[in-house]
């Protein structure tokens, strides 16, 4: 009988030997108890550092993991990487197989960085004629950004409404993580 060292089991050979004159020898049994001691193996897809621009879709490339009885399959994944936060996230796989065994868990580090700056946008004309002498009151802007949300941008600039000529409002903001948005200016005539 055989013994399949691939598969976990309990098998049993048995030996007998008849002499040339029929007599037959007390038959011997041998037990052979083959375990799964050997955990699997997991392979990270893909790079395990890595860096993510923040407000962008992360798709995580997994795992997989090889076993000797078991074969190869998909390791399980426990993290989650926070898109709208900067900040450095792990995503942990592990894997146990049919025996109990467990792979030494494999982690991948997902830094999100906040690199994109904020958008300005103008409420109204860029450029605006304003009679003299009469009350001007700016319109404002906007600033929308992907992980800060959005608000009042920051204006610099005066019209002085008693004196004819070209006045320009420069609107600017900065992100909490420190990215300027490119500045936008209001002409008013």
Known sequence: WEVNASLPGIYT???RFTDSSGNQATQVTRTVTVVDTT???ITLIGEANLTHDAGSEYVDAGAVWNDVVDGNGTADANGTVN???PG???ITYSFTDSSGNQASPVVREVQVLDTTGPVITLIGDANFIHEAGSEYVDAGA???DLVDGNGTADANGTVNVN???TYEITYSFTDSSGNQASPVVREVQ
């Open 13 to 15: 050979i048995l030996y």
């Open 39 to 41: 955990g699997p193996v």
């Open 83 to 85: 898109l709208n936060v």
């Open 88 to 90: 450095t996230y792990e």
């Open 142 to 144: 906007v600033w929308t």
């Open 163 to 165: 004196v004819p000529g």
